[in-house]
Structure formats: C-alpha cells, structure tokens
C-alpha cells in the first residue's frame, strides 16, 4: 500500500510541476456505467441527469463532462458496452461531490443508466488532443470561429496547429448550438494539461471542449468545401 501511496504522490508532484503550482490540480472522476442505448448527442440530457443527483456539475464551470463512449447503431443512437465510462473532470477539492453520482440510476433520453463507483486519475500531457465538438457562442461559421479559437489559446498561453473538424450540433432544451470538431497538434506538456484542464468555448459540462488525448480521426476531419472555403480548382 505504502509503494502505492507514493508512487501516487510523485505523480501529483509531477503535475503540479508540469501545471505551475498555479491553480488547484483537475482530476478524472471515471464511472463505470451500464445501461443500453443513448442518443448520440446525448451530452444535455446527460448533464440534466447528473445535475439532479449531484447539484455541483451544474454549479461550477470548472466541472467538465466527458461525451459517452460506444459503438454507434444507428444515425441516432449509441449502444454502451463494457468499457463505457462516465468521465468528469474535476478540481480535487469537488470530488466528494461527485460521489453521489456512484450508485445511482439516471434517465438520459428514453435510457437508464446505472453508475458505478468511480476510480480516479491524474491528468497525463499528450502532443495530441481531440474534441468531438467545441461550440463558441455566435461563431457558426469556420473562420470567424477559428478567430475566437485562436485567441482563446493565444489567452491561455498555447501554440499548436489546428486540425478542424466537421461542423457539429449540439441540443440543448429550447435550441441547438452549432460547433465544429478539433484536434490540436504539437502540443508542449503544459499546453497539453491547460486545454485539457480547461477546455475551449463553452458547454463544457455537456460534453463540449471536452479533449482526449490523440489525433482527430480522419472520417471526422472537415474537408475545405466543409469550412466555407475556396474550393476552386476542385473536380466537379
């Protein structure tokens, strides 16, 4: 138990390292989950159920939710299977909060999810990141969001190429936002825990600016006819 503890310790002091010693230290909460289906865009009806059972997800903008994992069945639905995980990221100081989530049964959609208890893990810095969808207010189109994009890492102190993704929705009760996926490339081992500590745009606790290590999936990547760009020159 002692080797664990310690080696446990290293690790954090390794991140703080990595982080600055600036800001309290962003964890991994992961869920077990069990359950069926979900609807592929799933991320409001899931932070509407967990902030009924643990208030904090809504309370703090700090509290990211990761989007559900598994095999997708059909254009709508996504079927859960046993590596499925329910994934927050959250400071170290909120994470007692998130254990009334273990245990319990939430409705997302016209789906029940049973929730596991949780194991815990340090954020790991990666050149790479990806997020399904990033969604910055009043930026539909790719250049003007690519704009605030741009400023949003320049504020947080992060150089890295930008790989765009394909322009994505996003339901919420009343409307839709519209965002695009990302990957980001090149990344140095403090850019890396910054963006994925803190995100980009907004509706983090729906799933948004949600990064994960590794590279945008090719079949995600957006094409330029996709980002409203010249595409002269192309074959009809």
């Given at each position: 138990?002692?080797?664990?503890?310690?080696?446990?310790?290293?690790?954090?002091?390794?991140?703080?390292?990595?982080?600055?010693?600036?800001?309290?230290?962003?964890?991994?909460?992961?869920?077990?989950?069990?359950?069926?289906?979900?609807?592929?865009?799933?991320?409001?009806?899931?932070?509407?159920?967990?902030?009924?059972?643990?208030?904090?997800?809504?309370?703090?903008q700090d509290v990211a939710v990761g989007p559900l994992e598994g095999c997708q069945y059909d254009k709508g639905?996504?079927?859960?299977?046993?590596?499925?995980?329910?994934?927050?990221?959250?400071?170290?100081?909120?994470?007692?909060?998130?254990?009334?989530?273990?245990?319990?049964?939430?409705?997302?959609?016209?789906?029940?999810?049973?929730?596991?208890?949780?194991?815990?893990?340090?954020?790991?810095?990666?050149?790479?990141?990806?997020?399904?969808?990033?969604?910055?207010?009043?930026?539909?189109?790719?250049?003007?969001?690519?704009?605030?994009?741009?400023?949003?890492?320049?504020?947080?102190?992060?150089?890295?190429?930008?790989?765009?993704?394909?322009?994505?929705?996003?339901?919420?009760?009343?409307?839709?936002?519209?965002?695009?996926?990302?990957?980001?490339?090149?990344?140095?081992?403090?850019?890396?825990?910054?963006?994925?500590?803190?995100?980009?745009?907004?509706?983090?606790?729906?799933?948004?600016?949600?990064?994960?290590?590794?590279?945008?999936?090719?079949?995600?990547?957006?094409?330029?006819?996709?980002?409203?760009?010249?595409?002269?020159?192309?074959?009809?």
């Amino acid at each position: 138990m002692g080797l664990i503890v310690d080696a446990w310790l290293l690790l954090f002091e390794e991140y703080e390292t990595l982080c600055g010693g600036e800001m309290e230290p962003v964890i991994e909460a992961c869920f077990a989950i069990q359950g069926e289906r979900v609807p592929v865009d799933h991320g409001w009806k899931l932070f509407a159920a967990l902030s009924a059972v643990a208030p904090i997800v809504h309370e703090r903008q700090d509290v990211a939710v990761g989007p559900l994992e598994g095999c997708q069945y059909d254009k709508g639905s996504l079927v859960l299977g046993p590596r499925s995980r329910l994934i927050i990221r959250t400071p170290e100081s909120c994470y007692r909060e998130l254990l009334l989530l273990a245990g319990r049964k939430v409705r997302v959609g016209e789906s029940w999810i049973q929730i596991g208890f949780p194991s815990t893990r340090m954020l790991r810095p990666r050149a790479s990141l990806n997020a399904r969808i990033v969604v910055i207010t009043n930026r539909l189109e790719w250049v003007a969001f690519e704009q605030e994009l741009r400023r949003q890492l320049r504020e947080l102190g992060v150089q890295a190429e930008i790989v765009p993704g394909k322009r994505r929705v996003l339901m919420l009760k009343r409307h839709t936002c519209v965002g695009w996926g990302l990957g980001l490339e090149g990344l140095t081992a403090d850019a890396s825990l910054k963006v994925q500590e803190r995100g980009l745009g907004g509706r983090r606790s729906m799933g948004a600016g949600f990064f994960v290590p590794g590279s945008l999936p090719p079949g995600a990547m957006a094409t330029p006819r996709d980002l409203g760009l010249d595409v002269e020159g192309e074959e009809a």
